[in-house]
């Protein structure tokens, strides 16, 4: 269960770090333009 635990929660990171990291990208080279 812990294992499991663990995973989803790395998991959920995961999912929740990569759509703000696509909406930061595009953001900061129209900003620097």
């Known amino acids: ?3 499991l635990l663990a995973a ?3 998991s959920f990171m995961l999912v929740g770090c990569t759509p703000r990291i696509e909406v930061a990208a595009p953001k900061e080279p129209i900003t620097i333009n």
């Open 1 to 3: 269960m812990k294992i």
């Open 8 to 10: 989803l929660t790395s």
